[in-house]
């Protein structure tokens, strides 16, 4: 079992930058892949990044390239989502995830990011 707190949401005028960070408990957390997902008000939960166990692969949505990047600090049990040139359509709740094999299986509680043009 993984327990996952989002933290870093907040309030950016478009072109400024996020941090956010996710805290995991449970043993399991350095052999997982973790991952960041995002929901906008009326839309589905859409990919945003993911990271490998090793933090040596890393894949990102096509809407986020070049932008954010993920990481991640085994030692600290936590992963990062680094956002920059954040646009008004970044606006959503972003969710981490821990992965069971290819597919996310444990979520946090979500953190808000809204971007202002």
């Known amino acids: 079992q993984v327990q996952l707190v989002e933290s870093g949401g907040g309030l950016v005028q478009a072109g400024g930058s996020l941090r956010l960070s996710c805290a995991a408990s449970?043993?399991?957390?350095?052999?997982?892949?973790m991952g960041w997902f995002r929901q906008a008000p009326g839309k589905e939960r859409e990919f945003v990044a993911a990271?490998?166990?090793?933090?040596?692969?890393?894949s990102y949505g096509d809407s986020v390239k070049g932008r954010f990047t993920i990481s991640r600090d085994n030692a600290k049990n936590t992963v990062y989502l680094q956002m920059n040139s954040l646009k008004p359509e970044d606006t959503a709740v972003y969710y981490c995830?821990?992965?069971?094999?290819?597919?996310?299986?444990?979520w946090g509680q979500g953190t808000q990011v809204t971007v202002s043009s």
């Open positions: 995830a821990a992965y069971k094999g290819l597919a996310p299986a444990y």
């Open positions: 449970g043993r399991t957390f350095s052999s997982n892949t």
């Open positions: 990271i490998s166990w090793s933090g040596i692969s890393t």
